[in-house]
Every structure is written in C-alpha cells, then in structure tokens.
C-alpha cells in the first residue's frame, strides 16, 4: 500500500548532492512530492526534507540508498504521525474582488491567514499549514478569482528523540 | 565535507598539474592508463617529468583505458587510475564507470575540464561530466582552484578503495591546472559522513552460527565480496569445518579452487544444475559478499523460499533489497568469518553433498560430456575451454567479454587461485575484454592472461591491439568465432521464434588484423589442430591471437529463462 513518508536526510553542504539524491527518486520512476533544503541545528549540516509517495518496503530501501552516498550523514523516513510539519501558501488576489464587506475578515479569521502585502489592485494572503488546509483557502479563494498561488515543500521535525540523539553520536564520534 | 588527513609530504610551491602527479605518487600510483587532449594537456606535460615514477600507458581510446584500469584493479586489487581530457575523452569513460560502479571495482578517473570562466558558456569540448557520471560514480567532485586538489585527491582515493570499492571521478578544470599553490600532500583516513565498513555485531554472528549448527540442508552461496574483503582462506576454513557445499556467483568465480570438494560451482542463469536447483531444496542459505543479482536469482517469488538466508554484506543497502534476509550481517567478511569460525561446529553434511553430485553427474550425462567431447563434427566453445584447461593446469588468469563465449569459458574454466577470472559481470559490456586483458596483464605481468573474446565483442575495442602493440603486454587472446552475436541469437532461436534479427555477423580476417598490429596468430577450423595450436599460442613469446570457428548456432546450457524459476532451469 503506498503512503505518505516524510525523508529526512542530513548531508555535508556540498554542490551536486541535490542531483546525486534526486536521482535515485527518478531512476526508480517515483515522484518527488516536495524537497526542501536548509540548513540544520549543526555546524555544516545540511538537512533535506522530501516528501513522496510510495510502500513501506520501496521507502526503506530508497533511504538506505540515499544514506549510501558518502556526503550523507544520515537519512531516516517517518510517516506523518511522526513528525511535525508544515507548509507555506502565498495567494495573490484581486483586492476588489474580495474586499467587499466582512469577507476578508472572514476569511483571515476563519483560515487563520494573514495578509502579507496589500496593493491598489491585487493582495497577498498567506497560510501556513497542512496540504488540505492551504488546499482549502485556495478553493474557497477561487470563486473570488485567484491570480497566482504558489505551495512551499513541507519543512517536518521528528518527534522520536532517539532519531536527534543518533544524529548527534555520529558527528561527534567523528 | 568534514575529513580526515594525515600528513605524508613537506609544504613546496608547484602548479595543480605537477601536484596531481606528487599524490598519484603518494597515494603509490605507478601505472595510469589514459589518454590526453586539450583539457588535460598541463597534466600530461607534468607526466613527461615523472617517467621514472609513473608509467603512462596510452590506449586506442578512453574506453579502451578504463577497462584497462579495471583489469589491473581486479588482478591486483589496487585502485586503477584514468585520465583523460575534458568533453569526447570524459564521456568515453561512462561505459567503464558505470562497469566498475556495478562490480564494485575500485577506480579513479582523472578528468580534464575546461578553464572555470568558460564553465556553463558550452565552450569547446564541454560537457557537464559531473552529472554525467553522477549516477555511476561511487563520488565525484570538480576542482577549479589548484589549493583544493590534494584534499580531493587523497579523498578520492579513499573512497574508491574503502567499503565496497568503487570509481570516483575528479574533474579538474584548465585553470586549476595551471594554477600555482602551496602543495602539501595528506593522506585521508576517514570522512564524517562515509562510514565504510559497519561495524559488526557479535549477537548478529552468533545467531548466524546457531542457524548454521542447526542446519540440515545449508547452502553457502558467495561473491566477490571474499575477493574484495581477502577473505579466501577465512572462508576455506569456514565451509571446511562446516562441510557445507558451496556455489558461486560470477565474479566470485576463483575465490575457492574450482577443484575443492566443497565448490558446487557456479549459480545463476547459465551456472550449473544441482546450485540451482538446490537453491529450492536447503534449509539455509547462506549468502557471503554477494547481492542476489537477478541473474542468479531469476524469479524472485520462487527464490529460496523454502529456506532462512544469511546474508553476509558490506553494504546495508544491499540487505533485504532483493531477497529478505532473516540474519543479516553487516560489516567486512573477513573479519566476520573469523569470528563466525570460532562460533561453529565442525560438522559434515554427506547426504545432502551426494544431492549435489547427483546433479553433477546429470548435467555431466546430458550437457558437459556432449560439449567437452562433442560427436558434431564443428568445435564447441566447451572443448576449447577444456583444451586450454589441460595445458593451464588452472593457473591462468582469464578474461572473458560477453556473451555465450563468456559463459562458457566462466563455466569449464579451472581456477587454482583467486583474481584469476575478470569479466563484466553486472554491466555485461561487450568490448570489456581486451583492454581489462591489457590492464590485467600489466599489473600483475607474472600471470599467464588469457583473453577469451567472441566475434562480436573483439570488434568493439579492437583497436586496443595497438595498446599491445606499443606496451608488449603479453596476453593470450583467443576468439570464439561463431560468425553471430551468439547470446543473442540464442535467444532468438529460444524465445522469438528463430528469427535472427541483425545477428549474423560477416567478420574480416582477424589474423591479419593483428599481423598489422605485430601480434602473431592463427586460425583454425579443425579438431585435429586445436590441442597443439593451443600449445603453440602458450609457448609463443609475446601476444597471440588464436582464432578458433566454433558451431555457429550452438547453445548455451543449461539455463534458467529470463524471470523462470531457479528451479526450471533447462538442460536443452
Ligand atoms: C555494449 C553491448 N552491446 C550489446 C550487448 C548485448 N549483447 C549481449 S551478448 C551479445 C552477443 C555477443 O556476441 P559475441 O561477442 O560474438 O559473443 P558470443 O555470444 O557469440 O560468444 C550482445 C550483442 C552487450 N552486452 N553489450
């Protein structure tokens, strides 16, 4: 059965790594749902977060192969129960098209959104949230017209302590 | 990339060009096979002033030059080092990297780029080699300033080597060449993010031993893994205190004599019966320094189902990929072996050793009787294999291409000692053959190295005799010539109907090809003239070709069919 799994992998900064891991999504034919790099909690750590769709049995062995490429440090997967992320939406409106009584209030209260900039003729709203949250802004925005709206990756932090602690033993045993 | 270095050379001032050549000598290069051009030429001008310490051997072609480093690797087991320029001379490496990256041979390629300003302009001979090779490369980097090349090189020549060996590939643009630095070089001996060789787990081994002293029918299967790790004699001694029977892969052909009790022979697609059929009968499997290719294992779903497996990797991404191990143990053979000695009983397995022979002498009756001393009136590739036998003795070390030539040679050939067979084994690339014969030879020159070859496969680096020609390696070559790309064929004739689709090959006079390049040789078409036309080829000073016409549609079994059962493996 496939699920949702969310990769963590921490790397050494290093230029080409993002194509060496990438690859072994598209040379297995699997679609990357989403990638985001930043830096981590260590000095020269960098941490990739991908999220994708497959089975347990195809997800334990892609980390294996992603924590195989000598710049990577470690590479761990969890399902969505075990970890905490969140994604980013910016959505551009036209400002008449909503500004017209208590809806933009509504809407900002109710989506827990923000507005970020406001213009004569267009505005940004953003939301974060899960997938079916900013999903869900995005339909109900729709019947206002959208003009641009764009999702960032999932940015995720394991809940399971061991996996830090681990994390941790191997760059210091070094 | 946090490292490890140790420092093994004093501070002086020189060029990157001169300092790749200061750490090929440091790192004890004295062999590089290669090929120059615009992009590499500083480096090869800085060659010229180490004649003395390294020897450069120029090829015919850059792919000719990196299966050449892969025959040295694998007769020495030292890393193999390339170069070549930037463009052309860097994409005709891939083939040869892509080989060393499946088998698992450690190599570093040197390649030539073009100067950093023109990186990404699409100047002349540029291509983006670094993502090229990015998927067939255990690691590669590209250096564009002349201070960052000692630390990529010592790197790179420990990545190569440690673990599961690999190619690396350093591309080293123009500039860097040129470039005048401060050169120092240290010796790299660990990085943060690699960890070569997992630790073992001593509960992991003795569960493996508790499997073992419990088992009735075990069934060791090993790879090249015993070869890589040196752990021929700690696994003699195991299968010996053991008495359990034992088969192997492709390239662990040679890490136990052909002719101990214990070697059931060869697994897999074209390997012998009883191991394969037997595969579908033991209670244990016990798989050392090997990773299930599905060549061996043909239909996954049918595999050993039957049985508890063992699984004996370097490698952690290798366990459970392909079939479920329920002990698996992580870390170097060697040392897993000695330990696991220690943890088992000294035991023998009579009845179920006879299961094996019985298959012997079944596929001796139906298969290698017929194809040893055939009743046809043309050779078979099975008699020239056994004739070459009779006057080696086993002490020769074999290359082989691809194909059913390859097959044939790997099944009949008798091994005395390890490193002894060299073929393409998970690429299966034709063309491999005569330059890894090449490089084989001229690592290890004491070795008698013979080249078997068919038509097809000599044709695709046969421009490698000018190789020979210019170094006076003296290799044995002999070509199986059915006139067809055989393995093809045979597939044709098993599996679509007959229908021989761009296989016939019409072939040119290959012995006069190689009087041209002033090797000696020789045709024949008659039984009568092989045994001393083989004696001949052995006892002539220098290279010689030995062209033998064999059966043009003759096949290759038995056979497990692409995706059949080991269990359906074929006798015709
Ligand atoms: C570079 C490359 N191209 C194509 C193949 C597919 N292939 C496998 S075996 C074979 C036939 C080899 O013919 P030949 O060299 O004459 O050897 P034979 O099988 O007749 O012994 C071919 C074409 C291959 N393995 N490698």
Redesign the pocket.
Same mark, same amino acid.
């Given at each position: 059965m496939r699920k949702t799994f969310t990769i963590s992998v921490f790397t050494e900064n290093s230029i080409g790594l993002l194509n060496r891991i990438t690859s072994i999504f598209t040379r297995r034919h699997l679609n990357i749902e989403s990638l985001n790099t930043s830096e981590s909690e260590l000095a020269g750590v960098y941490r990739f977060t991908i999220v994708v769709r497959t089975t347990e049995d195809q997800i334990k062995k892609l980390v294996l192969q992603i924590e195989k490429q000598v710049e990577v440090l470690r590479a761990v997967f969890h399902e969505d129960d075990d970890t905490v992320f969140q994604e980013i939406a910016l959505y551009k409106v036209s400002t008449k098209s909503v500004a017209d009584g208590n809806l933009v209030e509504k809407l900002i209260r109710d989506n827990h959104a923000r507005i970020l900039s406001m213009e004569q003729d267009f505005m940004i709203i953003e939301k974060t949230g899960h997938k079916e949250e900013t999903q869900e802004l995005l339909r109900f925005l729709k019947e206002y017209g959208i003009i641009e709206f764009v999702r960032s990756g999932r940015v995720s932090v394991m809940k399971p302590m061991n996996e830090s602690i681990e994390l941790r033993k191997r760059i210091s045993n070094f | 990339m946090e490292a490890l270095l140790t420092q093994v050379d004093k501070k002086i001032r020189t060029t990157g060009a001169d300092a790749v050549l200061k750490s090929l000598i440091a790192e004890e290069v004295a062999l590089v096979f290669g090929y120059p051009g615009g992009a590499i030429m500083p480096i090869y001008d800085a060659l010229y002033n180490y004649q003395e310490e390294i020897r450069h051997v120029l090829t015919r072609h850059e792919q000719g030059a990196i299966h050449a480093a892969q025959g040295f690797a694998r007769a020495t087991g030292k890393v193999g080092a390339v170069m070549a320029t930037s463009g052309p001379g860097a994409t005709n490496l891939i *083939?040869g990297i892509a080989d060393a990256m499946i088998d698992s041979t450690p190599l570093v390629c040197i390649t030539g780029q073009v100067g950093s300003h023109l990186l990404g302009s699409d100047a002349f001979q540029e291509t983006d080699i670094i993502s090229i090779s990015m998927p067939v490369t255990k690691w590669n980097d590209q250096v564009t300033k002349a201070e960052e090349l000692p630390e990529a090189l010592a790197k790179a020549f420990y990545i190569a080597q440690s673990g599961r060996p690999g190619p690396v590939l350093i591309d080293i643009t123009k500039d860097a060449q040129f470039e005048e630095f401060d050169y120092q070089y240290k010796k790299c001996e660990g990085i943060r993010s690699y960890n070569p060789v997992p630790q073992l787990d001593h509960e992991q081994v003795k569960k493996a031993a508790e499997l073992i002293n419990g088992a009735q029918r075990p069934f060791v299967v090993f790879g090249q893994g015993i070869i890589l790790s040196g752990a021929e004699e700690e696994f003699k001694t195991f299968i010996e205190k053991t008495g359990i029977p034992t088969a192997s892969t492709l390239l662990g052909l040679s890490a136990l004599p052909t002719d101990h009790p214990l070697n059931m022979g060869m697994l897999g697609m074209h390997g012998n019966y009883g191991p394969n059929k037997l595969t579908n009968e033991c209670d244990l499997l016990i798989a050392i320094g090997m990773r299930f290719d599905d060549r061996v294992t043909g239909d996954l779903n049918t595999y050993a189902k039957q049985a508890k497996v063992i699984h004996f990797d370097i490698d952690p991404a290798e366990i459970n990929k392909n079939v479920y191990a329920h002990v698996p143990v992580l870390g170097d053979c060697k040392e897993a072996l000695t330990e696991l000695i220690r943890n088992v009983r000294m035991n023998s397995h009579p009845v179920w050793h006879q299961r094996f022979k019985d298959y012997e002498k079944v596929e001796n009756d139906l298969v290698i009787g017929e194809q040893i001393t055939p009743t046809t009136l043309e050779m078979t =590739?099975a008699e020239v294999m056994d004739s070459i036998n009779r006057f080696t003795n086993g002490d020769a070390l074999l290359v082989t291409? &691809?194909? !059913?030539? !390859?097959m &044939?040679a790997c099944r009949y050939t008798r091994f005395n000692q390890s490193k002894s067979n060299i073929t393409s084994g998970g690429l299966? *690339? =034709?063309?491999f053959c005569l330059p890894a014969a090449i490089g084989a030879k001229l690592g290890a020159p004491e070795r008698e190295v013979i080249a078997v070859?068919?038509?097809?496969?000599?044709q695709?680096t046969i421009q490698e005799l000018g190789t020979i020609l210019q170094t006076q390696a003296q290799i044995k070559i002999v070509i %199986? /010539? /059915?006139s067809? %790309?055989? =393995? &093809?064929? !045979?597939w044709q004739q098993l599996f679509f109907d007959k229908r021989y689709s761009s296989?016939e =090959?019409e072939n040119p006079d290959f012995v006069t090809i190689a009087k041209g390049y002033g090797v000696a040789g020789k045709s024949i078409n008659d039984r009568e003239d092989l045994a001393h036309s083989i004696q001949e080829m052995l006892n002539h000073k220098g290279s010689y070709l030995l062209e033998v016409h064999v059966g043009k549609e003759d096949n290759v079994f038995p056979m497990v069919p692409s995706g059949a059962s080991v269990s359906d493996i074929r006798l015709s």
């Open positions: - | *083939t =590739m291409d &691809v194909g !059913q030539h !390859q &044939v299966g *690339t =034709m063309g070859i068919g038509d097809g496969g000599f695709m %199986l /010539n /059915n067809f %790309l055989g =393995m &093809v064929r !045979q296989t =090959m």
